[in-house]
């Protein structure tokens, strides 16, 4: 193979590459937005004081499908680093954002009115902080693995610990 053909095949892989993360980058938009459309869902469903309606349980379900898409994402030999951390960091949100929708609802406050009500929001919670502590977590491995972005650090610090995880200082995070 000539020189020339070298840089021809190499351009036209990198040309490939790129159009992949174009590719990643529309689905983690996506995701993103069905995400938000859930817990949207869930905090419809919960202010209208309908745990068990079809509007939460159709919140719920497109969280857990956009959890599955970033989870995929972070594996899709098309995206970057950052996008991979992106992936993560979405799927945390996600849950964290469920889990405190939930959660606001189970308070005095927040509409729950009866002990049992509120007892039955914790319960429902308490998967969606799991995955968000989980998630989290994930991310900041791969954030120290991939040299830390100073940006995102404190958020996931944050996450967990709200999540029942440990408090960390940023400077200890990456030990």
Request: net charge negative; charged share 25%; with cysteine.
């Amino acid at each position: 193979m000539s020189r020339t053909s070298a840089v021809l095949v190499a351009a036209a892989l990198a040309a490939c590459a790129a159009e992949g993360a174009d590719a990643v980058a529309v689905e983690l938009v996506r995701s993103a937005q069905l995400a938000e459309h859930g817990v949207g869902s869930i905090r419809r469903a919960l202010a209208e004081h309908q745990l068990g309606s079809r509007g939460f349980g159709e919140g719920v379900r497109a969280v857990e499908q956009a959890t599955r898409e970033l989870a995929a994402l972070e594996t899709d030999d098309r995206a970057t680093d950052a996008q991979r951390l992106q992936a993560l960091v979405l799927q945390a949100r996600a849950w964290d954002d469920t889990a405190s929708a939930i959660d606001a609802a189970a308070e005095p406050d927040g509409g729950a009115s009866l002990p049992a009500r509120a007892e039955a929001l914790r319960d429902k919670s308490f998967p969606a902080r799991i995955a968000a502590r989980n998630g989290f977590e994930r991310a900041l491995r791969a954030a120290c693995a991939g040299g830390a972005d100073p940006i995102v650090v404190p958020e996931l610090l944050d996450g967990i610990a709200r999540n029942g995880g440990p408090t960390l200082a940023a400077d200890q995070a990456c030990r």
